[in-house]
């Protein structure tokens, strides 16, 4: 364990980690500034009402990305020699598909809030983005290739981007519906730059082949059924909030659950970044890689449990500082919800041991049973603690993914036991610090 942990000092590694955690704190500081004025400007109403819009966007948002980006990296390195042909098959699919998911987060906006104009259009803006967002999965060869900064540049010039567009709507004193394109507006202005980015850098022609398009699907078909499950347990508390307690409570939950997200950058960057180390330590050692999974899931829940001790102290204060008093009824939401999020991080974590191990086809298992258990916990608990009761469902549904319904499999009870196992990193850590102080 303590080699292992000496070869994470890889430069190539710590460099690409710098810059996917470079790019979120920047997205982290105008999701800060711009993000809280915009929600006090719009007040709770006007800020749930994007927020509901999104969340029937978002629910189809897995079924556009079809999971391919989950094995992406893993059949480019199968096919070395066919990377021009893997990659254009996937981006074909992936254009196909949302396509396919915009005309169906419409169609449903309009079945169940009949007659909501305002909505309907916001929505429309919202889900527009979803065809747009088909080059992120660019990213995974910029991620293949440790090259993430260019893909990182490209997103903080979008930011930027919608930063000052939101500043500009501000001073006008613009109305709801003009925020909503903000998604769009960055979808549009990042694509391009990393299409330009990818032409320029790629070293290889984009082709199609039906027997890739087979063959990638085979595989991430999992992560789609997955995907649209955790959509279901992530988004319907928003959907059954706006359709049992109104938009108001919608934009509660939305600035108490825009707060506990924030941190994600740091794990979901270290997961991008050791992704590739883990399944090429796969190939040579299984001890090795072993270790790293380890390592990768002791990092991540420690960080988790340093961000709740700090949020359950300042939370209330956080609230106030970004929100106002306006919002102030979300600090005990995002009490509970920052663990919810330590969990979420766990079971990305536990992705990257699914390929390796080629368990894909058990991934749609997990967000199943967790959406069930919200989808059921929600319509008891809203009724009577209203937004407060939606937050409890999440967290009880991200517990139940992260590490019971592993338990439910005899393939996938050795994540559980890894993960348990990942907890006796500590002493390898301390001794390495030692060493190394």
């Known amino acids: 364990m303590l080699a292992v942990i000496r070869k994470i000092k890889d430069n190539r590694f710590i460099g690409n980690t710098n810059w996917l955690i470079f790019q979120n704190i920047y997205s982290m500081g105008l999701s800060l500034v711009v993000g809280a004025l915009s929600a006090r400007y719009l007040g709770p109403s006007n800020y749930g009402l994007i927020g509901y819009g999104a969340s ?15 094995v992406l990296i893993n059949e480019m390195m199968k096919h070395p020699q066919e990377k021009g042909r893997v990659m ?23 079945l169940i809030e009949p007659g909501n104009y305002v909505l309907w259009f916001i929505t429309g803006i919202q889900a527009f983005a979803i065809a747009l967002r088909a080059y992120e ?109 109104g938009q108001t ?68 204060l956080a609230v106030l500082l970004l929100y106002g008093q306006k919002f102030i009824s979300a600090a005990p939401v995002l009490k509970l919800l920052i663990w919810s999020t330590s969990f979420a991080m766990i079971g990305l974590a536990r992705n990257v041991w699914s390929v390796a191990e080629d368990k894909n086809e058990y991934s749609k298992y ?20 209203g937004v407060f009761g939606a937050a409890l469902g999440t967290l009880l549904a991200q517990i139940v993914v992260a590490l019971i319904a592993p338990l439910f499999w005899k393939g996938t009870r050795p994540f559980v036991r890894i993960y348990l196992e990942s907890w006796g990193s500590w002493r390898y850590l301390k001794q390495w610090l030692t060493k190394e102080l």
Not at 56 to 70: C, H, K, Y
Request: hydrophobic share 55%; charged share 15%; aromatic share 12%.
């Open 137 to 245: 999965l660019l990213n995974e060869w910029f991620l293949s290739k440790m090259k993430s900064k260019y893909y990182v540049i490209a997103n903080m010039c979008g930011q930027t981007v919608v930063g000052v567009w939101k500043i500009l709507l501000l001073i006008a004193q613009a109305s709801v519906v003009w925020f909503a394109a903000s998604t769009t507006i960055q979808a549009l202005v990042c694509g391009s730059i990393v299409i330009t980015l990818f032409l320029m850098m790629r070293d290889f022609k984009l082709g199609f082949c039906w027997q890739y398009a087979k063959d990638i699907f085979s595989r991430s078909k999992h992560y789609v059924f997955a995907g649209i499950a955790i959509s279901l347990y992530t988004q319907m508390d928003k959907v059954m909030l706006g359709r049992m307690m």
């Open 88 to 110: 254009g098959t996937a981006l074909c699919m992936r254009g196909f598909s949302a396509v396919v998911s915009l005309i169906c987060a419409m169609v449903l906006v309009i």
């Open 366 to 385: 997990y967000p199943i049973c967790g959406a069930v258990c919200n989808l059921i916990f929600n319509a008891l608990a809203i009724p009577v603690w």
């Open 249 to 316: 409570e919608v934009g509660i939950y939305t600035a108490a659950m825009t707060i506990a997200m924030l941190w994600e950058f740091i794990p979901t960057a270290i997961f991008n970044s050791s992704r590739t180390m883990i399944l090429e330590a796969k190939a040579k050692s299984e001890k090795e890689y072993e270790d790293k999974l380890k390592l990768l899931f002791f990092g991540i829940s420690v960080l988790g449990i340093l961000v709740g001790i700090v949020v359950q102290i300042f939370g209330r």
């Open 56 to 70: 029937l966007v978002n629910l189809f948002t897995s079924i556009s990305q079809l999971g391919i980006d989950n």
